[in-house]
């Protein structure tokens, strides 16, 4: 195809941009919304953009639904989406409150609560190469944070997710702020849609240090019209990037770390180049390329890549940082895919040793990196190299205490050192 020829958007189908409407989370103990500046509708926000932009199609349907609306009917029109052949976003805001049975996420509706496991599991029943992508601009209780804290975070285990989780109720729509400006600006050079991480740097610098971006969306879905015009380009057309030996050289700048690119390439290049990262976007932005990777099946090359993000986050800030402990749990991640179960195991001992001195034994994040460790031991087949680290294990799990799982590591040293024969009984209590 010749520079200039207009090709169509959305490989030609209609697309279909799906609006939520969640709580405002008035009912946050912690962060109250102060008087006179309620949360904002983020259907507001979004209808400076046109749908055309927000989703690269010839045509797209815009479905908002408004805040008042309950789960059942939330969930309707969800599955209508899902159905959709065409593209499909989703743009989803509210607040995220624990479910006190079972500790889960849910979205505040108000007069109704959404499970986010519902919501997740509609969404993954569209098939995997159609383009599709949740944005979430969310806020969420004190106590819903920390189990979200998990590299990979569970809010986007199987889900195309690109959300950010605020503390603060009254800081929901800078996400969302942001990317529509991102959107108004475009990206001079790159083709006639964008994907979503060629806008990640742009979004992620205007949100606080606190807020949590989960990014698990395949890399390379062109999901946005990228609205910047070449010099005598037809404002109502848009082109093909230009051939690579006239694009412009990669921006000096940090900004832009790597590009992602598609599935049916490979997703890392040869040489992770992760010099310069002195960004948290900029470390969020290369894990999901290696979750995303290592869920792909590259296990050796997401591995690679795991290791020179780790050292130059151990260079960069010391073995104990945050951003170090979330690169070590990402290698661990890596690593349980692969098989090598022994390897996740140590990783994410090490992890827990650290949370450990730092944090104490009865913060969140420890007892799941312990939980992590021990699942990743339970799991290892080769008999000798469990025996090798179960002391190390049981030295953990005592530090972390848990009596129904000690007494579990408990048995499985015993089985494993021939000591002890299970009874239905105590096979139940694992």
Do not use: K
């Not at 159609?130 to 986007?156: C, F, K, Q, Y």
């Not at 990317?179 to 949100?207: D, I, K, M, N």
């Amino acid at each position: 195809m010749t520079t200039g020829e207009t090709v169509p958007l959305g490989d030609g189908l209609r697309g279909r941009v799906l609006v939520i409407e969640g709580g405002s989370g008035q009912r946050s103990r912690r962060f109250p919304p102060r008087p006179g500046r309620p949360a904002p509708e983020l259907s507001a926000i979004l209808a400076a953009i046109a749908p055309q932009v927000l989703l690269a199609a010839q045509a797209v349907d815009t479905v908002h639904l408004p805040a008042a609306m309950s789960a059942t009917s939330i969930l309707a029109h969800l599955r209508s989406a899902v159905r959709h052949p065409g593209p499909l976003l989703v743009h989803l805001g509210g607040h995220l409150v624990r479910d006190r049975r079972t500790g889960a996420a849910q979205l505040d509706l108000g007069d109704s609560l959404l499970p986010w496991q519902t919501l997740a599991d509609e969404l993954r029943l569209r098939p995997t190469e159609t383009t599709t992508l949740l944005v979430a601009d969310l806020s969420a209780d004190e106590a819903v944070l920390p189990p979200l804290r998990v590299i990979p975070s569970p809010l986007g285990a199987g889900l195309p997710l690109w959300a950010a989780v605020n503390p603060d109720p009254q800081q929901v729509g800078t996400f969302t702020r942001a990317l529509v400006e991102a959107l108004h600006g475009g990206r001079p050079g790159a083709g006639q849609a964008l994907t979503p991480e060629q806008l990640h740097q742009q979004v992620h610098s205007v949100l606080r240090p606190e807020v949590l971006l989960v990014i698990t969306h395949g890399p390379g879905w062109e999901m946005f019209r990228n609205t910047a015009r070449r010099p005598g380009q037809d404002a109502s057309t848009l082109q093909m990037p230009l051939p690579p030996e006239e694009l412009p050289g990669p921006p000096e700048s940090h900004a832009v770390a790597f590009e992602v690119l598609p599935f049916d390439t490979p997703p890392l290049p040869p040489h992770a180049p992760t010099a310069h990262l002195v960004d948290v976007a900029d470390y969020q932005q290369a894990i999901a390329v290696i979750v995303a990777a290592a869920d792909n099946g590259e296990h050796a090359r997401a591995e690679a890549f795991a290791r020179e993000l780790e050292q130059e986050a151990l260079d960069a800030h010391g073995p104990d940082a945050e951003l170090s402990l979330q690169v070590r749990q990402v290698r661990a991640h890596v690593s349980r895919l692969a098989g090598r179960q022994a390897d996740a195991a140590e990783l994410y001992r090490a992890v827990a040793l650290s949370l450990l001195a730092a944090r104490g034994a009865d913060d969140p994040e420890t007892r799941q990196a312990a939980a992590n460790a021990e699942a990743c031991w339970r799991a290892v087949e080769d008999d000798a190299d469990a025996r090798r680290l179960g002391p190390d294990l049981l030295d953990l799990r005592q530090s972390v205490p848990d009596e129904r799982r000690l007494r579990a590591v408990l048995r499985h040293l015993a089985r494993l050192n021939g000591t002890l024969v299970p009874s239905p009984a105590s096979a139940a209590l694992d």
